[in-house]
């Protein structure tokens, strides 16, 4: 994960903000600037499924994701379309249970009752994924001031998924990778809303998590913070 993060950091690092002062007749023009494109979007989130009874969850889980986008105005009015790439990742916590991965069922992947007294115990899944939006600026000379909204979707691909869980008591962690019978593919809803560099934003999936006949329904959604800007 700490790869990912790099990668994308070493690709922000010459994002544009640039202006350019002209002389002409004796006269200096004043400085112009481009307008925000809202480029850059980090998301921090509250994690959660839409889920059998049978699946205990605890604490805060939580996700994060960090995109790219350009974006396409639509000739001179408030709206845009934008498209972009980025990672996200996503942590959930479960309460007193553990996953348990077997060829023996009929469903490969079940939730079952803690064989070790875990501190914590957490499913960890990472997308590669791309956003699309249909974009509205209340403010469109300023995007980093003003209402803002925007309704998409995300396609993502699986990077990867593992299992990790803390011994009570000691410092012995437990850690197994679990992608074998996750979708490779996601398709997700998504909207936000908010003023200046700042929205509210919500994400819900249109297919399951786990491949069809290899594990429970659930249905992944979470609700966050976006900030977004040059």
Not at 165 to 193: C, H, I, M, P
Request: net charge positive.
């Amino acid at each position: 994960m700490k790869n990912y993060l790099a990668v994308l950091a070493l690709i922000l690092l010459p994002a544009l903000t640039w202006a350019q002062d002209v002389e002409k007749g004796g006269e200096k023009k004043s400085t112009v600037q481009k307008p925000s494109r809202d480029f850059l979007m980090l998301q921090i989130s509250y994690d959660n499924w839409v889920k059998p009874d049978s699946i205990k969850m605890k604490g805060l889980s939580r996700g994060f994701s960090g995109y790219l986008c350009y974006d396409f105005p639509i000739k001179k009015s408030n709206f845009s379309f934008a498209a972009g790439i980025g990672i996200a990742v996503s942590n959930i916590y479960l309460d007193n249970q553990q996953v348990m991965n077997t060829e023996k069922d009929s469903t490969r992947v079940r939730f079952v009752p803690e064989t070790v007294n875990y501190k914590r115990y957490k499913q960890t899944i990472t997308y590669l994924e791309a956003p699309f939006e249909l974009r509205f600026f209340g403010n469109k000379e300023n995007r980093n001031s003003g209402f803002k909204a925007a309704i998409g979707m995300k396609v993502g691909t699986l990077l990867g998924a593992h299992i990790k869980g803390r011994e009570d008591g000691t410092k012995v962690n437990y850690k197994s990778n679990s992608r074998k019978y996750l979708e490779t593919w996601r398709f997700a809803a998504t909207a936000r809303l908010g003023y200046g560099n700042f929205s509210l934003v919500g994400t819900y999936n249109l297919t399951n998590l786990y491949k069809s006949g290899e594990g429970p329904e659930v249905t992944p959604y979470s609700i966050g913070l976006c900030i977004t800007g040059l």
